[in-house]
């Protein structure tokens, strides 16, 4: 009775928890998701993202420049909680377009430029800072030649400097070209206008045709035009201008000086294109290389498998041979056996000792858990395409909601390991609250260190404390309950029985020739050597602004790893074990979690040498602590596998042997 009102309680306050917390989500949709269509001469406002460089990997404000504001004043537009923490700042401006009208136009022009604002500009020159603007969700796209060869950029520069040169030039006339695509349909309804206008499906008992407009591409073409300052001051935004071919000559160009005033002018022309509106993003996804990138990972896919496979097949051979020839003695000999032979079989009275730091080792793989969890499904929904280029910053905020609720699984995981190694639950609230603390707090201090140079550099990356406040009550009224039910979840669990009983007095190790910590990190190698190729790829998508979208590799890579990171950790545990060495449990979760050392050691090697421009002290610690992060996800997330894995290994070795 009293059990029955007991588990009605819990599952009455499990009941308000999820209407409480229901009441903090608010419904969203996907950017880009839905289909826009306009009619002629709709008005479409471009927007701008914050300004960034792959020189310094400091975003700033659009508006930190002294650039036109639109007529309304700056507003800035609904951002999700992926796009917050990646440092964009969407705003709207002043760019307006009228679809299918070809025209050339006025914006403004500026007061006399202040000396500060010239050394800004000429320092976001040099920095080789771009302006991202968005057009129906579509980034602007830029061609440029270098060295022959067309080159694919999205956003354009602020300025330039032509070499021997010392004046700096800006960037103040915007050729537009818009790519549309005509859309005529039955039972279909435009809805609206604007931006935010889109396309509905409507009952198929309508038979009236619509047609409209949708928006495939955008290009840009940049270059700088000297204005007479006193002809264009008498113009109003979005007065007609004569159209201008960019000047070739320096002097035709504008040059930012101190009291110069600068005026801004663009041209939009409408192109009318084959392309279909789910058809649109392809031309971003068409990356250089894209061939040898695609070649090189079914290369590496195949090597590892190969070498994966003859490991499995030799190690699976020589367990069960020995495990044969131990059965197949009757008791006097296996006896005999264990005092004439050396190996894995002396260290039954040991191999299930607690290890050292038992509680740490717990709450290290209820973390594990919990990140390996949250990248296997991230991958998965964004390989079935639910998280792609489009809807920016959803990829970001789907890994944050995952790990949130996957709690459960990871106080769940740490409080029955703990249950297993002590033989007892007490103490499980507290290991709950460090499985929930542990991994969010070093992201946390990281994370601020980083803030406070991001703050110091009056950068727009840097993250709100409003931002602050929200994660941290997301993690408190999410997280940190879900971990202590699952941990609750746990106690009631019936435990892993070892097969075997410890012996009171400890066995003495051994001596070893070479020490046990050098294997350890060699076997991180083979778990790297499944990666390394993918994670060029996906460094460069974070640190030069590349789009990344090949997830179903990465979904078979990360597949790949897993299985990898278990053979070498359970080889790795067998390898100890037959020198008599019991002391594995933090070898196991090692020999595959060291493979965050080089994933670490090759991100300062990216640093190195594809990241030559970075400049400054700042943009170098930046780097170096986002990719601390990422190594030490990794180090919990594999260590787990090969934990794990190893954990049940053992138990099933020595489950298999006859002993009295």
């Given amino acids: 009775m009293a059990m029955s009102l007991f588990s009605r309680g819990t599952y009455g306050l499990l009941f308000t928890y999820v209407i409480f917390v229901s009441h903090f989500c608010n419904g969203f949709y996907l950017p880009g998701s839905y289909m826009h269509t306009y009619s002629t001469r709709d008005e479409i406002y471009a927007k ?21 504001t639109p007529p309304g004043g700056i507003k800035k537009s609904a951002e999700n909680l992926g796009e917050l923490l990646m440092g ?23 007061r006399p430029l202040s000396e500060h604002e010239v050394k800004l500009l000429k320092q976001r020159t040099h920095d080789l800072y771009q302006v991202n603007m968005i057009l129906d969700n579509l980034p602007a796209m830029r061609f440029a030649y270098q060295n022959g060869h067309k080159v694919q950029w999205t956003g354009f520069p602020i300025g330039y400097s032509p070499p021997n040169v010392d004046d700096v030039y800006i960037i103040n006339h915007l050729k537009f070209k818009v790519f549309i695509h005509e859309y005529e349909g039955t039972g279909v309804q435009i809805l609206g206008t604007g931006e935010e206008g889109m396309s509905v499906i409507s009952s198929a008992d309508d038979e009236k045709k619509a047609s409209g407009y949708e928006i495939v591409g955008f290009e840009v073409s940049p270059c700088s035009v000297k204005y007479d300052p006193e002809k264009m001051a008498k113009l109003h935004q979005y007065d007609e201008v004569s159209p201008v071919s960019c000047p070739l000559d320096l002097d035709k160009a504008q040059v930012i000086r101190e009291q110069e005033r600068v005026s801004f002018t663009y041209e939009v022309e409408f192109v009318k294109s084959d392309t279909k509106w789910p058809s649109r993003w392809d031309a971003y996804l068409k990356m250089e290389g894209a061939r040898v990138h695609w070649f090189s990972i079914l290369n590496s896919l195949m090597v590892i498998f190969f070498l994966a496979g003859i490991v499995f097949v030799i190690f699976l051979r020589t367990v069960r041979r020995d495990l044969t020839r131990y059965e197949e003695l009757d008791k006097e000999s296996q006896a005999q056996m264990n005092e004439e032979l050396s190996g894995w079989k002396l260290v039954v009275g040991d191999v299930f000792r607690e290890p050292n730091h038992s509680k740490l080792l717990c709450v290290m793989i209820g973390d594990g858990v919990q990140i390996m969890g949250m990248a296997v499904v991230t991958i998965i929904f964004a390989a079935l395409g639910f998280m792609s280029p489009a809807s920016r910053g959803m990829l970001l905020t789907g890994m944050i909601i995952l790990y949130l ?38 992201v946390f201090v990281i994370l601020t260190i980083l803030n406070f140079l991001l703050w110091a550099n009056k950068s727009s990356g840097a993250i709100p404390l409003s931002l602050y406040f929200k994660l941290i009550s997301l993690w408190f009224f999410i997280s940190v309950p879900l971990t202590l039910i699952g941990g609750f979840l746990a106690t009631r669990a019936e435990p892993l029985q070892y097969p075997v ?6 066995r003495e190790i ?6 046990s910590w050098l294997l350890v990190l060699g076997a991180g190698t083979l778990p790297f050597g499944t990666l390394f190729i993918e994670l060029f790829f996906i460094l460069s998508s974070i640190w030069l602004g590349r789009f990344y979208y090949v997830f179903g590799f990465l979904l078979v890579v990360l597949l790949l790893l897993v299985i990898v990171c278990a053979e070498v950790s359970v080889v790795l545990t067998y390898m100890h074990l037959c020198v008599e060495d019991w002391q594995w449990w933090w070898k ?4 595959s979690g060291s493979v965050a ?3 670490f050691l090759y991100s300062i090697n990216y640093l190195v040498f594809e990241l030559q421009s970075l400049s400054g002290p700042v943009s170098a610690i930046l780097y170096m602590g986002y990719s601390l992060i990422i190594a030490v996800a990794i180090m919990l997330s ?23």
């Fill in 48 to 68: 701008v993202n914050s300004l960034t460089s792959i020189e310094t990997e400091l975003p700033f404000s659009y508006y930190s420049l002294p650039y036109c």
């Fill in 88 to 110: 964009d700042q969407i705003d709207n401006s002043p760019y307006r377009f009228r679809m299918n009208v070809n025209e050339s136009v006025f914006l403004c022009t500026t």
């Fill in 405 to 442: 609720f996957l709690g459960t699984g990871a106080g769940y995981a740490g409080v029955y390991f703990y249950r297993i190694i002590k033989g007892t639950s007490e103490g499980w609230r507290s290991l709950s609250w460090s499985i929930a603390c542990f991994f969010p707090g070093i």
């Fill in 501 to 506: 009983r410890t012996n009171q007095i400890t």
């Fill in 510 to 515: 051994p001596a070893r020739k070479y020490p």
């Fill in 588 to 591: 196991a979760f090692y020999a």
């Fill in 597 to 599: 050392l080089y994933v």
């Fill in 638 to 660: 594999t260590g787990t596998i090969g934990f794990v894995t190893s954990f049940y290994f053992v138990h099933y070795l020595f489950s298999s042997v006859k002993i009295d």
